[in-house]
């Protein structure tokens, strides 16, 4: 029952991502949690404690990605859990035109229903990419 309840809570989390909202997923984390993701993106690095989880998931909302978890592995005791899943992201022009997709190996550990350590794994390059993307529909100060 409480593996079901994990992944039911990670579905709801990540719908209400995916409609705009970061808050429930922002509130599964821990306040000292860590979430670390690869590479040398805008993206990269070890984002520590929820104010700087909200600002990585504000940008990922900003960038209008989009993802969809699937085959979510729930395995541990309420004490000491620990979460993978396929998760696939992607992002789209104005004209609907798939500009970003990406899959990726998500790694969490929770303690108490609250994630206290999370990590990405997926293909660096196509982060860096497509930040150059976006850094080329930016608009310049002048």
């Known amino acids: 029952m409480y593996k079901w309840a994990v992944r039911w809570m990670i579905r709801r989390n990540l719908k209400a991502?995916?409609?705009g909202d970061p808050g429930p997923l922002l509130a599964s984390y821990a306040d000292d949690a860590v979430l670390v993701f690869p590479g040398n993106s805008s993206w990269?690095?070890?984002h520590r404690g929820k104010p700087a989880i909200e600002a990585f998931l504000r940008t990922y909302l900003e960038a209008g990605i989009v993802g969809d978890a699937y085959d979510i592995v729930v395995n541990g005791p309420p004490w000491r859990t620990t979460v993978c899943m396929?998760?696939?992201v992607?992002?789209?022009?104005?004209?609907?035109e798939v500009v970003y997709e990406n899959r990726a190996i998500l790694f969490a550990r929770a303690v108490w229903g609250r994630?206290?350590?999370h990590e990405d794994f997926e293909d660096t390059h196509k982060?860096?990419?497509f930040d150059s993307y976006l850094a080329q529909r930016r608009p310049s100060v002048s």
């Open 17 to 19: 991502l995916r409609q």
């Open 44 to 46: 990269g690095g070890e």
């Open 86 to 88: 396929l998760f696939v």
């Open 90 to 96: 992607h992002a789209g022009d104005g004209a609907g």
């Open 115 to 117: 994630i206290v350590y």
């Open 127 to 129: 982060s860096v990419a």
